[in-house]
T-cell receptor, first 113, second 116 residues
Framework: GENVEQHPSTLSVQEGDSAVIKCTYS??????FPWYKQELGKRPQLIID?????GEKKDQRIAVTLNKTAKHFSLHITETQPEDSAVYFC????????????FGGGTRLMVKP | SAVISQKPSRDICQRGTSLTIQCQVD?????MFWYRQQPGQSLTLIAT?????????ESGFVIDKFPISRPNLTFSTLTVSNMSPEDSSIYLC?????????????FGEGSRLTVL
């Protein structure tokens, strides 16, 4: 089955700096790569996703890149703000085989004011 | 999006007992899943809840320990049987909405179980 590795496990940045979180996956059949943000005590919520036919996607201060050959994808947050502080999870799935997501281990992002 | 209601939101249970968690969605759903999130950890898929048939379990999870029902498209239950302290976790219902079919999963608020 799919295995998703995520790094780093914790990340501390100064407000206004950029943050980058990286993930690798093992199953070359995976074709959908979402990123979820989970604030303390809350449910995970989708912030951005990318499919295997696209190399990069951007939504305001967040962007995701995908390298299918190397089987890795990354989340980039620019101009970080204290409200970006949360745990971020990458995930992968094969939409042609049931849609269940396999999650990375998570990154705890702390943005210091 | 949709409203995904889970009950109970939290409970404290005694070792050896069983607890059933309910998940109700207010929109049509294609896929339903149950995930477990142990304290400070990631989300691990327990099983896919299949409408009208037995759930499909992931490696390490068995029907006797985590029986699942899905009698219709928008409702499912997960039972945690014969609980031990190791079962203390947040259990999350997750769905793909029929109106979207993008692969995006929406999560319920979770049910936080503490087993003493």
């Amino acid at each position: 089955g799919e295995n998703v590795e995520q790094h780093p496990s914790t990340l501390s940045v100064q407000e206004g700096d950029s943050a980058v979180i990286k993930c690798t996956y093992s199953d070359s059949a995976s074709n959908y790569f979402p990123w979820y943000k989970q604030e303390l005590g809350k449910r995970p919520q989708l912030i951005i996703d990318i499919r295997s036919n696209v190399g990069e996607k951007k939504d305001q201060r967040i962007a995701v890149t995908l390298n299918k050959t190397a089987k890795h994808f990354s989340l980039h947050i620019t101009e970080t703000q204290p409200e970006d502080s949360a745990v971020y999870f990458c995930a992968a799935s094969n939409n042609n085989a049931g849609n269940m997501l396999t999650f990375g281990g998570g990154t705890r992002l702390m943005v210091k004011p | 999006s949709a409203v995904i209601s889970q009950k109970p939101s939290r409970d404290i249970c005694q070792r050896g007992t069983s607890l059933t968690i309910q998940c109700q969605v207010d929109s049509q759903v294609t896929m339903m899943f149950w995930y477990r999130q142990q304290p400070g950890q990631s989300l691990t898929l327990i099983a896919t809840a299949n409408q009208g048939s037995e759930a499909t379990y992931e490696s390490g999870f068995v029907i006797d320990k985590f029986p699942i029902s899905r009698p219709n498209l928008t409702f499912s239950t997960l039972t945690v049987s014969n609980m031990s302290p190791e079962d203390s976790s947040i259990y999350l219902c997750s769905v793909e909405l029929a109106a979207r079919r993008t692969g995006e999963l929406f999560f319920g608020e979770g049910s936080r179980l503490t087993v003493l």
